[in-house]
C-alpha cells in the first residue's frame, strides 16, 4: 500500500514557476512507475509527465522544455518543477504510482493567471 501526498500548487502569473512534490509512504516510491496526471474542468484527465522504476522520463508534448520530472530516493518523493507556466496549464495535478497496484494522491490545484 502506497500513500501519496501532493503539495506546492498555488496560484501563479503566466511565466511564473512552481514546483509540486509527491511524497510517499509504505513502500519505495523508486519501485514504482510515479507520473504527474492533471485535470482542468470539464476535461479529460491527462498524463503529464512520468518516471519509470529505471529513471526513464517522457513528457507529454505540451509541457516539454518547460517542466521537469525528478525523483529523490532518499526522501521517497517525486518532484515536478514547472517553469514559463501558461494559464492553460491550470488544473488539478496528481500523483499517481502504477506497479503491483494503482495509487492516487488527493491532487493540488495549480492556477495559473493571464
Known amino acids: 500500500q502506497v500513500h501519496l501526498v501532493e503539495s506546492g500548487g498555488g496560484l501563479v502569473q503566466a511565466g511564473g514557476s512552481l514546483r509540486l512534490s509527491c511524497a510517499a509512504s509504505?513502500?519505495?516510491?523508486?519501485?514504482?512507475?510515479t507520473s504527474w496526471y492533471r485535470q482542468a474542468p470539464g476535461k479529460q484527465r491527462e498524463l503529464v509527465a512520468l518516471i519509470s522504476t529505471g529513471g526513464r522520463i517522457k513528457y507529454v508534448d505540451s509541457v516539454k522544455g518547460r517542466f521537469t520530472i525528478s525523483r529523490v530516493n532518499a526522501k521517497n518523493t517525486v518532484y515536478l518543477q514547472m517553469n514559463s507556466l501558461k494559464p492553460e496549464d491550470t488544473a488539478e495535478y496528481y500523483c499517481?504510482?502504477?506497479?503491483?497496484?494503482?495509487?492516487w494522491g488527493q491532487g493540488t490545484q495549480v492556477t495559473v493567471s493571464s
Open positions: 509504505g513502500d519505495t516510491l523508486s519501485s514504482y512507475v
Open positions: 499517481n504510482a502504477f506497479g503491483n497496484a494503482n495509487y
